[in-house]
């Protein structure tokens, strides 16, 4: 779907040729091979490779090329700047881009789903507007004059997206490489039941009419209200405003900063508003709207939390904050983030989560791409205290979701370049975090 940059194209092509698994073999031989090399140049070069290998894959799916591609788009802001920049445009690219269906091939799934005589329902702009990663958004006018965005999606979608499931299996052993500190499979069990959902446009239509309701008239909030939805076309109110894309390229620092807290204030108050968690957090599915509020759009992935955020998140990062690494390690094994029989120091485990939660220590925190870099620094380092001590943290399937969204707002935080009041909003909207 999407070219590698030719610079690494070669050593990317023999990268995703190997075997399953090879890029970690791959990386040990390296090390075996550089062993009087220093760690940190072998380090860059098992990232270096890993990388590529890893661009080298998603550039050979099809269906879920570009949902994968819009997870990593999120997360570029972490990656090492020298091996991230010949990739950051495909990855930008990504989010909201996709090649388009044939006029007649819109044409046909709106009369098999909407009936012959859907012109009389709704009127439709060709060309369309944006592509979501398993459809596309056309710009129409509905029978009573509203305006509409229909989303159409791709003949064969669900063959193509479940016929990348494998492949998306291979990209999470090559992440295991890259951070090998993270036990994913369990990521990879809920991402990929939540892919195999975003199929189900009734399913869909049903979060977004629950978070349409949750934040009427609210006045910071903005969420299109469903018009009508078939198996395979989702009709939805309009939703003016520039993209957080558009907001990440061309706008003011206090532009910015408003929106990065909008932004992050949504995704802590929909668990309890709602009983979902918007979990699809890529800036191309949040808008400013021209009156100032936060528009949120594609509800096809959602966490359901019918009790808000659980409490013990909130409980483990105030005390993570005040340093109390045993009743950190405590919470983590009766949640099942470390698995039984397995013996972990608590002072590594602080140090291994620490960088995550400084935000929380000033009234507002500046994310920077330099700052998350360092942060994400003790996931990707071999020579972390974690990785010497035999330390490896589990991911419960059903915190894996939450990880996600939360993982990825620090990243689009973090492409703002936005400061934001993250305590206060912890201690507002995050169960078990004020203490109460």
Known sequence: MSEIPRGAAGRAARLASLPLGHAGRSARGLGRRLGGTPAEVVNEEIERRTAEQLFAVLGSLKGGAMKVGQALSVLEAAMPEDYVE?????????????PPMSTDEVHAVLARDLGHRWRAEIEIE?????????GQVHRGVAADGRTIAVKVQYPGA?????SDLQQIARLARVATTWMPAMDIK????????????ELDYGLEAAHQRAFAEAFRGDPEVLVPDVVRQTRHVLVSE??????????????????????GELYFEFLLRGPARAGLLHADPHPGNFRLTPDGR???????????????IPPIIGTLVRAALAGDGEAVVAGLRGEGFIRPGIEVDADDVLAYLLPFVEPLREPTHAFTREWLRAATKGVTDLR???????MRMNMPREYAMIHRVFVGAMGVLSQLGATVPARGLMERHLPGFAGD
Do not use: C, H
Request: charged share 30%; aromatic share 4%.
């Open 86 to 98: 010949p990739y950051r445009e495909m990855l930008v690219r990504l989010q909201d881009a996709a």
């Open 126 to 134: 060709d060309a369309p507007v944006a592509a979501a990663s398993i």
């Open 158 to 162: 669900d063959k193509a997206l479940r």
């Open 186 to 197: 369990p990521v990879t069990e809920e991402l990929l039941a939540a892919a195999d959902e």
């Open 238 to 259: 309009w939703l003016e405003g520039a993209s957080l894309n558009q907001v990440i390229r061309e706008a003011d620092q206090d532009v910015r900063d408003r929106v």
């Open 294 to 308: 936060l528009g949120v759009v594609d509800y096809g992935a959602v966490a359901r939390l019918p009790e808000g």
């Open 384 to 390: 972390a205290p974690e990785f010497a001590t035999g």
